[in-house]
C-alpha cells in the first residue's frame, strides 16, 4: 500500500507519497519515476517520503514550502526523529538512489553523493503535520503496472512525436522541390526574353503591297 498527500501550499497542490512499511519502500526504490523527489531522515530510520515533480523540473524547481512539508513529514514518520529537535533531513532525486544485492530491506544508498542535499529540521511544526495528514489516502496500487503504463504512454507520445517531425520534413521537401521547379522556369518568363509578331515584323503593312 502506498499513502498519499496532497500540499496545497502551492497551486495546483502537489502530490506527496510514502510506502506504508519497508516492503513497500524497497517497491518504491524499484518503480519510482524519474521526477520524484526521495526525502528521508539522516542517519536515522524513517519513512520513505516521495515528491511527484513535473517532467522536466529539478530540485531547484521545488518551492521551499514544499521542501518544508516534505521535510516535516518525513520527520513526523520517523520513530527516533520525531522525537528530537534539530535533525538532518537528506533528499535527492530518485534516478540518483542505488540499491544492491547485499542492502537490507529498505535500505538505499546514492550514485552520487554530491547530488544528495540536506535541510536542518529545527522541531515539529504540528500545523504542517495535520494539516497534510487531513489529505492522506491510503491506495492499494501496482507499482510496477503504473510504472509500466507510464512508459508506454511517453513511447506513444515519442512515435507521434517522430512521425510528425517526419511529416513537417516531407513538407518542407516538397516546399523546397517546388520552389526549385519555380525557380526552373523563370528564365522562360522573363520578359527581356519574350517576343511577340509585332517585334518579329519590321513592317507588317508591307506584306500586303
Given amino acids: 500500500m502506498v499513502i498519499y498527500f496532497k500540499s496545497d501550499v502551492v497551486s495546483p497542490p502537489m502530490t506527496i507519497y ?6 513497500e519502500n524497497e517497491e518504491l526504490i524499484k518503480w519510482g519515476w524519474p521526477e520524484d ?5 539522516d542517519k536515522l530510520s524513517s519513512a520513505h517520503v516521495y515528491l511527484r515533480l513535473n517532467q522536466g523540473q529539478t530540485l531547484d524547481d521545488v518551492p521551499s514550502v514544499i521542501l518544508d512539508d516534505c521535510a516535516q ?5 520517523s520513530i527516533e526523529g520525531n522525537k528530537m529537535n534539530d ?6 532525486m530518485w ?16 550514485r552520487s553523493d554530491r547530488a544528495v542535499r540536506k535541510m536542518r529540521v529545527d522541531k515539529r511544526i504540528n500545523a504542517i503535520v495535520n494539516r497534510l495528514n487531513k489529505t ?9 503496472a503504473m510504472r509500466e503504463e507510464r512508459e508506454k504512454a511517453e513511447r506513444n507520445k ?8 517526419k511529416e ?24 527581356e526574353l519574350m517576343t511577340t509578331n509585332k517585334d518579329n515584323d519590321s513592317d507588317g503593312s508591307d506584306d500586303f503591297m
Fill in 37 to 41: 523527489v526521495w526525502f528521508h531522515v
Fill in 18 to 23: 510514502m510506502g506504508a512499511d519497508k516492503y
Fill in 136 to 144: 492522506k489516502e491510503v491506495r492499494e496500487v501496482d507499482l510496477q
Fill in 158 to 165: 515519442e512515435k507521434a512525436r517522430v512521425k510528425q517531425m
Fill in 73 to 77: 513529514l518525513v520527520k513526523a514518520n
Fill in 168 to 191: 513537417q520534413e516531407k513538407e518542407e521537401a516538397k516546399r523546397r522541390e517546388e520552389a526549385a521547379k519555380a525557380r526552373s522556369y523563370d528564365p522562360i518568363f522573363k520578359p
Fill in 87 to 92: 535533525i538532518d533531513v537528506v533528499y535527492t
Fill in 95 to 110: 534516478s540518483n538512489l542505488h540499491k544492491s544485492k547485499s542492502m537490507d530491506v529498505g535500505q538505499v544508498g546514492f
